[in-house]
């Protein structure tokens, strides 16, 4: 066979394959939500996952989402993906990137993502769309011109042996 691979994948579906192999490493048993900051020119500029502060165990904090009091959850404990992404890089600016992620942002990401200047934001779903957080994720971003893309997949699989 001559000439170039046809069937190779495009830009979109690796970003968001990056996205989604980063959440598989989240500890979370409910929901593994994974990011990839990338520039203008197609160079991963950061990764993140859900996932408890370094030097924090992940044996030592709880993973509930519901218990008697707050502490008992692991929602003030845990970090959002898109926020470790932010946190791990370590180059110049985010200005005018473009963040992949699997579950579109809070608000609390949606304000790091806005302070950071990261432009544009590709999502694989909005399962809480009607949430007052994801509500006010939008009016946030729509405030600061922060486009919102969906992901649209093409239902492509995609498999890797290790």
């Not at 579906?13 to 959440?23: D, K, N, P, S, T």
């Amino acid at each position: 066979m001559s000439g170039k691979r046809s069937d190779y994948i495009s830009w979109d579906e690796y970003f968001m394959g990056v996205a989604q192999l980063a959440g598989m490493r989240s500890k979370d048993p409910n929901t593994q939500v994974g990011s990839c900051i990338v520039d203008r020119n197609h160079k991963i500029l950061s990764i993140g996952y859900n996932g408890l502060p370094r030097g924090c165990s992940d044996d030592d904090f709880p993973w509930e989402r519901a218990s008697e009091g707050e502490l008992g959850t692991k929602y003030p404990f845990v970090t959002h993906s898109e926020l470790n992404a932010i946190l791990n890089f370590r180059g110049g600016s985010l200005e005018g990137s473009t963040i992949y992620v699997s579950l579109f942002p809070c608000n609390e990401c949606a304000k790091a993502i806005i302070q950071a200047g990261i432009a544009r934001i590709i999502y694989a779903s909005d399962k809480y769309s009607d949430s007052e957080s994801t509500i006010a994720s939008k009016k946030m971003l729509d405030a600061a011109g922060v486009e919102y893309i969906p992901y649209e997949s093409t239902g492509r699989i995609i498999e890797i042996h290790l």
